[in-house]
Every structure is written in structure tokens, then in C-alpha cells.
């Protein structure tokens, strides 16, 4: 039968993928379970035709199961390619490595300044600031101290250097892949920074031309820049601008100034032991300053006298020594008050000279001497009673009549602290206001013998009261003042007006906001110390008006005068009558009134005490005809004292620096009033008040004003002896004997 032939026709061959799908058959097998079509039972026809179709082409050879053998060619087969794999793999990485080192490089260099301004910087002035006797105070600035070359400097000195910081420095390209790698290894086994691999020229890349921040940026930027000083500068000059250039702590920089910061020496003549110590200092000079921790430098030293030794840079005895036997002399670390004065003069600066771009000497009023007087004062009473009055800081400032500041103190330690409370902080001078109130009344026709009741008062529901809760009746300003009576203050304030109040004591110098309410009396608005005693100033110099001054003048270090102080118009802000006036009422609180403990033997003074609500802030402003000295005590929290008033620790402040700054100073009479003041207000006196009881026995000061007030006459105020109307008439008219 032809039912298995093939009919008629050529058959064309096939190529590519049909020749590939040509034999391609479903089964049964092949398809989804499930679906809904089923299998067909084969035919033989479909049978048949199979086998034809399968007969066109010649029978495929039959591949045996793959053996041992085979595995094994695969599996070499396999390996081979796997290695020519990693190769290949290991090459790609590395040049994709290579294009991102090449990639950060040039990302760290567009953030670099351009290489034709990266010059060797001058370096930053140095402000140095001098006493009224030419004696060093205080530096701004880099210390002074000339550049030394390298050939000048004993040779162990740098070498002091190289081998604690950089042993391989001749050797390396300015960048120590060896040292990097070292100081990885030993930062891992301590699993922590222990160890640097910066070179010397890194460090003074960073020094030069970077910040002093720790990132990945600046380490890159610091690698490159000491690449380029390396190409640009030789061994030795890198050497001589790290040893002028890096920093010593206490405000040194280079070895010249720290030489002489610390050993009172040139750099050229340090000792073996002075160089390893200075050598030491570079890795944390804050911590290791000799002055600041001696302990903690010689132990460094000791470990840089050893580097020495294990580089061959001197002799295992040199070393021994030299260790242990510490030839530094340097003072210990103190409050340095005399800083808050350098700030302020760093504040005032801009405004003097501009900018500055070479070193400068400031010329100051200030006295060496006051100066330590009155940070003696503050902190030996605060270390006596801080914890007694709970009193933590304290602030002090005295000036001349004229203005000019003789000694400042912020705070009991500037270490401690930077914050200058003599001129910076603000605090309500409680009854130290009260003199501006006193002097309106005054300038609108009272006197000080004028009488004014102490008694309660009632201001629109505030009800203030006298600090000892007690009420002596009709007294007079004078009396009101030297007892610091506040219901008196209250209703003269009322009585000039708080507007007129406010005028006054901008007029005299405040020059802090004040608010013209009721309390102002009282001394609610806020001042600062300085501009409260150079308020009280007209007072001791007869009623002119002053601007309180620190610069004297100021010159280059080469002599070029800079700036000076040209004299000020003398500004007349109180008629000396009232200033007479004022001077006799606050005598008296250093009389009998509140500031009975303040004392300069010899000398006539005034003032007045101060304590604000909750006894915050405890004040005392008093003066002479040679200075005036303000003091302040209290909390930088604003949290009340343990009745600190006014009367007690700023008055035993300031009378211990006044003795000592009056100590052979020719004894001088405050501005007295005119000698018809007291005949013409006699009678206003005389019908005002009623003959005293009490007259108290004492030498007389010279120049008093020409009366003394009567006092209260309730029994719990100090008594006077008897005198009669005749005695207090005498008194007013040539002159009472205190």
C-alpha cells in the first residue's frame, strides 16, 4: 500500500531556527494537567507518519551517560575558566579602583585653594596689651617670638621633634605610607586612636592652609597639600616653618615663644630636657602646657627622651639624665582676671584702628598692681563665704574720676569662665539706682535736709516695703538715703516723676534701657557694673560726665602710632551744688547708714549699697577723690543669695581694695557744696526738722559739705550725742566735727 510513502514534491532544506524546530513535538506529557483538552489516543496513521518523518534525516548518535571521566573534564574545564575569570574580574576592579582614587584626588584638588595662592602665610598679628607702667598684661594672637632658622637651634632640638613625630621624615615624600600602615596596625590591636601617621609636613599643611577639623576631606586635602610642599620646599626649610609654626599651648606658637613662655629662654638655649618637653607638647599642648599640667609634661618629656635615644639622637645617658630632673620654671595657672580686660579691649579694637595686619601694642590704663589687688579681693572673699551667702561669682570695677579704668574683673576665674560680668552682664542695682533719684529731687529745689515720710505706700496694688520691715515717720533725704529707706524712694520718685528719674541717669552715663514705672526707684531696670560706676563718677570729680576708657594708645610693634586718646570736652551733667549735696548724703551711708563697714582710714568717702529682689544681686558703689569702685556679687542663674546684701561682702570687697590702692596716695577732698548752702537753707532746715538728740563723736574729715543731718528719733536708729539747737545750727553753718 503507498499509505507510508511520501507524495510528490522536492522537500527544501532547513537552516537556523526552523532547522531547530523542526523536530519539535508535544506529547501528552507536554501539557498542563488539567486543561480542558485531553490527550487523543494515538493513531497509527500518526504513527506511521512519525516514522516517515523521522526517516528524512539521518539517525542522531546517542550520548552515553556522562561518566567519571566526563565530570572530572568538566569539572577541569570549569576550574580553568574560573580562575581566567577571577583575573579578569581582578583586573576591572583594579582599573575601576584606580579611576576613583583618581576621581577623589581630583575632587579633593577643586576644593583646594588655587596652587598660585597656596603661599607660606604671614603670620597672625599679635596684640600685645600693657599696663599704665609699660609691663606685659596680656596677648592676643600668636605670643611674640621671632622666627629662629633651623641652623640656629641646638641640633637636638628639631631632632627632639623627628623622633616623636616623624622618624622616617628625611626619607618619605611627605606622606609615610610605612608610618600610615604602623599606625593603623596599633590602632586596631587597641581598638582605638592611639597613634597618628601624619608627617611633620602634614602637620604644617593642616597649620598652614586647613581647619582643625577631623574629616576625610581634610586628611585627603592635608595628604595633597604636603605632596605640594614637599616638591615646593626642601627638607630643612619644611623643618625650620614647622618648629616657627606649630602651636604650644597657653598661646604660643612656634618654639621661640613657647621657649620663653615656659623656661624664660631663648629656644636657642634650651637644654636636652626643655627640647623633649616642647617636643611633647605638639600632641596635645592645651593638656600637656607645663604651666597648666607639669606633671603630665615631664611624663611626656620622659617618653620623647626615650624616642631620642632609640634613633641614636643622643646617648642612652644623656637620656637618663636629663630624666627627672625638669629645668622648667613657669607660674602656676591662675584666674588670669586680667583676660576679661583683653577681651573687652578685643571688642573696642575694630573700632579704634580697623583691621589690623601687623603685630600691635596696646597701651592701657590700667595698674598692675590694682589689678591684682582686686582679683585677690574677689576671689579670696568668695573662696572665705561663697558657700556661707551662696555666692558664686562676683565682678569688680575701679576707674579715676575721669573715666580711665585702673583694674577690671569679670569673674572669679576666666578659665573657668569668659564671661565678663563687669561690663557684659546686666543686673538690677537695687538701691544703688536710688542716687539718681535723690539728685532729681535736688535739681527740682529740695535739699538733703528736706523731710519726707517713711511709711507704708500702696502704688496700684504693689506694696513695697523697707528692707528691715520697720518705719521711722517724717526723716530727711539725707537720712532716707543712708539707711536706704524704700518708701522714701518711692514717693520721691512718684514726686519728680519716673520719666525725670530715667533722664537723670542717662544724663550721668547709664546707658541701658530703663523703664519709667513706680519701681524704678528701687533699681528694677538692669545696668551693668561699669556703666553704673562710671555713672557715680561726676560725683568724685565734680559733676562732669565721662566715658569709661581702657586704650590709652596704640602702636605697631615697629613705633607707628596707631591711635591715642585725645582729651574730652569736659560736659558739665550736674551743677556743683548738687554734686556738694550728694557727696555730704552718701558720706553718710558710709557714716551711719548702711555701709558702716566700709573704711579707708584718712580718706573722705561716699557711696551707696545695693540689693535687689529675693537678694539677687548684692552692690556697693563708693568713691573718693582718687577712685571709683564698684562691686558686684551674685549668681550667673539669677538664683537668690542667702541674704547677701550690699552692706556686707561687696562692702568688705571693696574696702580691702581701697586700702591698698589709697596706700601713700596724698589724701584728697571729695567736691564739696558752695559755702552759702547751708545759710541759704536754714530756715527751710530749721522748720523742717526738729532739734536732735544725738551728736556722734569723731575727727572731722576735711571738706564735708559744710552740715550734718539730723537722724531719725525712734530708739532703734543709731543715737547721736546731745548737741541742742544751738549745736545743730552751729553745725550747719561752719561745720559739724566727724
Given amino acids: 500500500m503507498g499509505l507510508g510513502k511520501k507524495k510528490g514534491g522536492r522537500k527544501e532544506p532547513l537552516f537556523g531556527l526552523p532547522a531547530a524546530l523542526a523536530d519539535l513535538r508535544l506529547t501528552a506529557a507536554d501539557r498542563i494537567p488539567g486543561g480542558d483538552d485531553k490527550p487523543k489516543k494515538s493513531t497509527k496513521s500518526s504513527i506511521k507518519r512519525k516514522s516517515e ?14 561518566g567519571r571521566s566526563g565530570a572530572k573534564r568538566r569539572s577541569k574545564s570549569r576550574g580553568g575558566f574560573g580562575l581566567g575569570r577571577l583575573v579578569y574580574c581582578g583586573a576591572v576592579l583594579s582599573l575601576w579602583g584606580v579611576i576613583a582614587v583618581i576621581g577623589v584626588v581630583i575632587y579633593v584638588g577643586a576644593h583646594l585653594p588655587p596652587i598660585q595662592s597656596l603661599e607660606i602665610p604671614k603670620r597672625p598679628p599679635t596684640i600685645q596689651i600693657v599696663g599704665i607702667d609699660g609691663s606685659m598684661l596680656a596677648q592676643r594672637g600668636e605670643m611674640a617670638g621671632a622666627n629662629v632658622a633651623l641652623q640656629d637651634l641646638p641640633p637636638y632640638l628639631p631632632k627632639a621633634f623627628i623622633a616623636i613625630e616623624d622618624r622616617r621624615f628625611y626619607s618619605h615624600f611627605g606622606i609615610d605610607p610605612i608610618g600610615i600602615l604602623r599606625a593603623l596596625v596599633t590602632n586596631v590591636l587597641h581598638r582605638g586612636v592611639s597613634q597618628g601617621g601624619s608627617t611633620l609636613t602634614q602637620q604644617l599643611a593642616k597649620n598652614l592652609f586647613l581647619t582643625q577639623e577631623r574629616t576625610m576631606q581634610r586628611k585627603l586635602q592635608e595628604a595633597e597639600l604636603a605632596i605640594w610642599l614637599e616638591r615646593k620646599h626642601s627638607k630643612n626649610e619644611i623643618l625650620e616653618l614647622y618648629l616657627n609654626r606649630v602651636y604650644f599651648g597657653s598661646g604660643a606658637y612656634g618654639v621661640e615663644a613657647a621657649a620663653q613662655k615656659y623656661f624664660g629662654k631663648s629656644a636657642k638655649n634650651v ?114 563665704k561663697s558657700v556661707k551667702f551662696n555666692v558664686s561669682q562676683g565682678a569688680l570695677v575701679a576707674m579715676t574720676p575721669d573715666g580711665a579704668v585702673r583694674a577690671m574683673v569679670g569673674g572669679r576665674n576666666y578659665s573657668d569662665s569668659q564671661y565678663n560680668r563687669a561690663v557684659t552682664a ?277 571738706n564735708n559739705g559744710g552740715y550734718r543731718p539730723p537722724p531719725p528719733t525712734r530708739a532703734n536708729v543709731r543715737p547721736e550725742a546731745a548737741a541742742g539747737l544751738d549745736g545743730w545750727l552751729m553745725d550747719r553753718l561752719f561745720g559739724g566735727n566727724r
Fill in 426 to 702: 546686666k543686673r538690677q542695682p537695687g538701691s544703688s539706682f536710688k542716687p539718681f533719684v535723690y539728685l532729681t529731687a535736688l535739681e527740682q529745689g529740695l535739699t538733703p535736709d528736706t523731710m519726707r515720710q517713711d511709711a507704708p505706700i500702696e502704688v496700684k496694688g504693689w506694696r513695697p516695703e523697707n528692707y528691715t520691715h520697720e518705719y521711722f515717720g517724717a526723716v530727711t533725704l539725707t537720712q532716707a538715703l543712708a539707711m536706704s529707706l524704700n518708701t522714701v524712694a518711692i514717693r520721691l520718685g512718684l514726686e519728680v516723676g519716673p520719666k525725670n528719674v530715667v533722664r537723670t541717669a542717662h544724663r550721668l552715663g547709664i546707658s541701658s534701657k530703663l523703664e519709667p514705672n513706680a519701681s524704678i526707684a528701687l533699681g528694677t531696670s538692669e545696668v551693668s557694673v561699669v556703666e553704673l560706676v562710671g555713672a557715680y563718677a561726676p560725683f568724685a570729680n565734680g559733676g562732669f560726665g565721662v566715658a569709661p576708657h581702657v586704650v590709652t594708645r596704640i602702636r605697631t610693634l615697629s613705633g607707628k602710632l596707631l591711635y591715642m586718646r585725645q582729651p574730652e570736652e569736659r560736659n558739665q551733667v550736674i551743677d556743683p551744688r548738687y554734686v556738694g549735696m550728694m557727696n555730704t548724703m552718701m558720706r553718710e551711708t558710709l557714716i551711719s547708714g548702711t555701709a558702716k563697714k566700709a573704711e579707708i582710714p584718712g580718706w573722705p568717702a561716699a557711696g551707696k549699697t545695693g540689693t535687689s529682689q529675693d537678694y539677687r544681686d548684692a552692690w556697693f558703689i563708693g568713691y573718693t577723690a582718687n577712685l571709683v569702685t564698684g562691686v558686684w556679687l551674685g549668681n550667673d542663674d539669677n538664683s537668690p543669695t542667702k541674704k547677701a546684701t550690699g552692706g556686707g561682702l561687696p562692702v568688705e570687697v571693696w574696702s580691702r581694695f581701697m586700702k591698698t590702692a589709697h596706700e601713700g596716695v596724698p589724701v584728697a577732698a571729695l567736691p564739696s557744696a558752695p559755702s552759702g548752702w547751708g545759710l541759704s537753707n536754714l530756715a527751710q532746715a530749721a522748720s523742717q526738722v526738729s532739734p536732735p538728740t544725738a551728736a556722734a563723736p569723731g575727727p572731722a574729715p576735711a
Fill in 53 to 66: 518523518d523521522a526517516g528524512d534525516e539521518p539517525p542522531r548518535e546517542r550520548k552515553a551517560p556522562a
Fill in 271 to 384: 637644654t636636652v630636657a626643655e627640647a623633649a618637653m616642647l617636643a611633647g607638647l605638639v600632641k596635645s599642648p592645651s593638656r600637656l602646657a607645663p604651666n597648666r599640667n607639669p606633671e603630665g609634661a615631664e611624663a611626656r618629656a620622659q617618653i620623647v627622651l626615650a624616642a631620642m635615644a632609640d634613633a641614636k639622637f643622643i646617648t642612652d645617658a644623656q637620656a637618663k639624665a636629663s630624666i627627672g630632673h625638669p629645668s622648667y620654671n613657669v607660674k602656676p595657672a591662675g584666674a588670669g582676671t586680667v583676660n576679661y580686660v583683653a577681651d573687652w579691649i578685643g571688642e573696642v579694637l575694630d573700632d579704634l584702628v580697623g583691621q589690623i595686619d601687623e603685630s600691635i601694642k596696646v597701651e592701657t590704663t590700667i595698674d598692675p598692681k590694682l589689678q591684682g589687688v582686686a582679683e585677690a579681693a574677689i576671689i579670696d572673699e568668695l573662696a572665705a
